[in-house]
């Protein structure tokens, strides 16, 4: 091997993981604590955080080495620049750095608590059937990955025991994920064909359009609860609201545009967390 493919190997098995979406993970993870905790009580729980977000780091390089083995042959057509279609990372490599950093998620977990612990453990446990089983089975992908959404905030919460905001910010994020990636499938039917069975191929892209806007109408219906228990403040409000128009405009706009309903989702899914820190910063 000459020194130029040597000291490509280690930057090659930093490109499994996609250091770009950890980073985003990690900042997401900080969302959740500051929203739960509260500016001033986040710093009583520096040590918390910050492992959560070393863990959130971790989990998300392993769930892309692990996608980037299953898809390998994928991703000679379709990503013929990452790593493993390149050669410069060998695919059992791949899976190797994966167990690794997955088992560190686990460790480090728990130093932080027991609520992290048990998230990590099912986290993995989805990750895992989602590439080996789930991934081309349609609504139990969506599923897969609407939990791993909101298992993010669920996981920022627990780390600053704030477990009673956090549930109903994952929650939302659950549900607005799930309506989200089901109007994908249904904008994404035809060339899906032949390599998933999702739940448009299945039931109709209108019956699956249903499906998508009463995740869109359950999270507007349950996003009036952290105001409303005194979780957080009235600023929380008006936030919420211009969210919760995007999302009812979302459940309606899909069915003829697909496209532009799947985007408008993910800027409500933006200004619904904007409303979560409004509330619980101020």
């Given amino acids: 091997m000459s020194p130029g493919s040597a000291a490509r190997g280690p930057m090659a098995m930093l490109g499994l993981l996609r250091l770009g979406n950890c980073v985003m993970g990690a900042v997401g993870a900080l969302l959740a604590a500051l929203i739960c905790a509260g500016p001033d009580q986040l710093m009583d729980y520096w040590l918390e955080v910050a492992l959560s977000m070393s863990i959130v780091v971790l989990f998300t390089g392993a769930g892309n080495a692990l996608n980037d083995y299953f898809d390998r042959e994928v991703d000679k057509v379709a990503h013929p620049e990452r790593p493993i279609p390149t050669g410069l990372v060998a695919p059992r490599s791949a899976l190797y750095l994966s167990a690794a950093m997955f088992s560190g998620t686990v460790v480090l977990s728990v130093f932080v608590n027991l609520w992290s612990f048990a998230i990590v453990v099912s986290s993995i446990v989805f990750m895992v059937?989602?590439?080996?089983?789930?991934?081309?089975?349609?609504?139990?992908?969506?599923?897969?990955?609407?939990?791993?959404?909101?298992?993010?905030?669920?996981?920022?919460?627990?780390?600053?025991?704030?477990?009673?905001?956090?549930?109903?910010?994952?929650?939302?994020?659950?549900?607005?994920?799930?309506?989200?990636?089901?109007?994908?499938?249904?904008?994404?039917?035809?060339?899906?064909?032949?390599?998933?069975?999702?739940?448009p191929m299945r039931v109709g892209p209108r019956r699956a359009g249903a499906v998508a806007s009463a995740s869109f109408l359950a999270a507007v219906a349950l996003s009036p609860a952290p105001y409303l228990l005194d979780q957080l403040s009235v600023w929380y409000v008006p936030a919420v609201a211009a969210a919760d128009a995007m999302f009812i405009y979302c459940a309606a706009i899909h069915f003829s545009d697909p496209e532009r309903g799947q985007k408008a989702a993910k800027v409500a899914m933006l200004v619904a967390l904007v409303a979560f820190l409004l509330g619980g910063v101020t």
Avoid: P
């Fill in 129 to 199: 059937a989602y590439e080996t089983l789930l991934k081309a089975e349609g609504l139990a992908g969506n599923l897969v990955i609407s939990w791993l959404t909101g298992a993010l905030f669920l996981f920022g919460g627990a780390a600053v025991d704030g477990m009673e905001v956090a549930w109903v910010l994952a929650a939302l994020a659950f549900l607005a994920t799930l309506g989200r990636e089901v109007v994908k499938d249904v904008q994404d039917i035809e060339g899906d064909r032949g390599s998933r069975t999702t739940l």
